[in-house]
């Protein structure tokens, strides 16, 4: 089983509609959450972090659900400009290492 | 503030050719890593770095070689290079502890 996954997509989404995904994650002992965005043929920026008791960001909010192992991306009054790849990435706790997610891809559509 | 700066953004390879693809960051960050990233693969992690002398492998280390010597380099080497290693490969940087990994742009490989 993929220490990450998400259902790559793509997801085509109206302009002005609300988008939510999610990622699972197998290794309970992982420590750290993350939503990184890539946009076509660029690198991986960091989009937010996760904390337990969720937390938002203008349109974008994510949640932690530890016992199901889960994490969430709701983005809100989806922009042309939010089309790119969301990718959940997880660490596990005492080392720098991170575990990706293949992405979702959202396309927002005029 | 140039943060990881990765050469070449593009290189063809023939089969069997050796090159080196060129990573230095300037943030003093003492973790460094290796990603190659391929369709439907997300990114995997070929090498990681801990600090200057200490390197590792990581999901996908066969036919790379890497090497610390400072703290601000990272070079990854492709010995001889075969067509299954085209790809995008990306060196990240990040502080011990610290959650964002600083990409960065990117090189595009193709191996004929």
């Known amino acids: 089983r993929k220490e990450v996954e998400q259902d790559p997509g793509p997801f085509n989404v109206p302009e002005g509609a609300t988008v939510a995904f999610n990622c699972t994650y197998s290794?309970?002992?992982?420590?750290?959450f993350f939503w990184y965005r890539q946009d076509c043929r660029k690198e991986p920026k960091l989009l937010m972090s996760v904390y337990s008791s969720g937390n938002e960001d203008g349109r974008f909010t994510a949640q932690l659900n530890r016992a199901s192992q889960y994490i969430s991306l709701l983005i809100r009054d989806s922009k042309l400009s939010d089309s790119a790849t969301y990718l959940c990435?997880?660490?596990?706790?005492?080392?720098?290492?991170?575990?990706f997610g293949k992405g979702n891809q959202v396309v927002v559509i005029p | 503030n140039a943060g990881v700066t990765q050469t070449p953004k593009f290189q063809v390879l023939k089969t069997g050719q050796s090159m080196t693809l060129q990573c230095a960051q300037d943030m003093n960050h003492e973790y460094m890593s290796w990603y190659r990233q391929d369709p439907g693969m997300g990114l995997r992690l070929i090498h990681y770095?801990?600090?200057?002398?200490?390197?590792d492998q990581g999901e996908v280390p066969n036919g790379y070689n890497v090497s610390r010597s400072t703290t601000e380099d990272f070079p990854l080497r492709l010995l001889s290079a075969a067509p299954s290693q085209t790809s995008v490969y990306f060196c990240a940087s990040s502080s011990p502890g610290g959650g964002e990994a600083f990409f960065g742009q990117g090189t595009r490989l193709t191996v004929v």
């Open positions: 990435v997880v660490k596990r706790a005492g080392n720098n290492r991170l575990a």
């Open positions: 770095s801990v600090g200057a002398g200490i390197t």
């Open positions: 290794n309970s002992a992982s420590q750290s």
